[in-house]
């Protein structure tokens, strides 16, 4: 099965869980590509359920929990530095995610991208 999507998958893998878990902890890492233009926070509340909540939480009286999410817009050109090898690893989800979804003609130049 792994060769099978291997002819899908654009960027590197591995199959190796000691090389993943190595990668995963580098994430925390992460910094978006491109300019930030937007950021909100949101805030729901949800009944209290332990260990379940991601975000900042805060208990009621009641004991509700409010969290806030606060999400960030960025805009990136395909022009950005290291930009090409990110779209390549992010565009894989679309295949799973969109029905006849193609890749972007990343050349063109009047593209621009929005990641949150």
């Known amino acids: ?20 878990s190595a990668k995963l ?3 925390h890492q992460f910094q978006p590509l491109g300019e930030l233009v937007h950021s909100f926070t949101t805030n729901t509340k949800a ?21 806030s999410k606060t999400y960030e817009i960025y805009s990136c050109e395909s022009s950005f530095p290291k930009f090409q090898d990110y779209l390549q690893k992010m565009e894989t989800f679309i295949l799973w995610f969109i029905d006849a979804a193609t890749f972007v003609d990343s050349d063109d130049e009047r593209w621009k991208f929005f990641v949150m």
């Open 47 to 67: 009944a209290s359920a332990a260990g379940s909540m991601n975000g900042n939480a805060r208990s009621h009286q009641n004991g509700d929990i409010s969290v």
């Open 1 to 20: 099965m792994v060769e099978k999507l291997g002819t899908v998958l654009r960027s590197s893998y591995t199959t190796n869980l000691d090389d993943f």
């Open 25 to 27: 902890e580098k994430e």
